[in-house]
């Protein structure tokens, strides 16, 4: 099956300043590659995602930028701000009609400091 | 627009005592439904999904199982908790067929004691 690997598992930044967060995925056939933001205590919101046909996909100030052939994934967060302290979460399917089975990735906790 | 509840928000169980969690979701037809779990501090595993009425596809084999007897409706059952059972029980969907985003319910807390 698909195993996720995210790294950091911790993140510290200067509000202002950049993060980036790189997960990695094993299974070829995986083609759908969502972000999840959890705050403390609530339910993870989807905040990006990208599929197997797209490099790269912007929001505002996050971006996720996919390499198929390496088989990893990343999420960048600029001008970070106090509100995006939180746990982050990659994930990865293979979409099917048998439903979206998402492997996620351990998280990484963002703290931004002011 | 799309509504996902869970119920109850929060549980106290003892070891060995029965269990029974609810996810139900508005403003959609047939939808993908998904249980996940998050041990403390960890990331989220999925224990079942349902792309239809009595379809139940297990992912982590364990005393827990689950059940769709309405097309809205996903329940999450054992009949003896155990203690590693503790964490956030979340119930997910998706649109049917080829449909990618899938949103979270606000989750079930639960401790076994």
């Known amino acids: 099956g698909e195993n996720v690997e995210q790294h950091p598992s911790t993140l510290s930044v200067q509000e202002g300043d950049s993060a980036v967060i790189k997960c990695t995925y094993s299974?070829?056939?995986?083609?759908?590659f969502p972000w999840y933001k959890q705050e403390l205590g609530k339910r993870p919101q989807l905040i990006i995602d990208i599929r197997s046909n797209v490099g790269e996909k912007k929001d505002q100030r996050i971006a996720v930028t996919l390499n198929k052939t390496a088989k990893h994934f990343s999420l960048h967060i600029t001008e970070t701000q106090p509100e995006d302290s939180a746990v982050y979460f990659c994930?990865?399917?293979?979409?099917?009609?048998?439903?979206?089975?998402?492997?996620f990735g351990g998280g990484t906790r963002v703290l931004v400091k002011p | 627009s799309q509504t996902i509840h869970q119920w109850p928000a929060t549980l106290v169980q003892p070891v060995g005592s029965p269990l029974s969690l609810e996810c139900t979701v508005e403003?959609?037809?047939?939808?993908?439904l998904y249980w996940y779990r998050q041990a403390a501090g960890r990331g989220l595993q999925l224990l079942f999904y349902s792309v239809g009425i009595g379809q139940i596809s297990s992912e982590v084999p364990q005393n827990l199982s689950a059940s769709r007897p309405q097309d809205r409706q996903f329940i999450l059952s054992s009949k003896k908790l155990l203690l590693s059972d503790s964490g956030f029980y979340l119930c997910?969907?998706?649109?049917?067929?080829?449909?990618?985003?899938?949103?979270f319910g606000p989750g079930t807390r639960l401790t076994v004691t």
């Open positions: 997910a969907w998706s649109g049917e067929g080829l449909s990618y985003e899938q949103y």
């Open positions: 994930a990865a399917s293979r979409l099917s009609t048998a439903g979206n089975k998402l492997t």
């Open positions: 299974d070829s056939a995986s083609n759908y």
């Open positions: 403003g959609t037809s047939n939808p993908n």
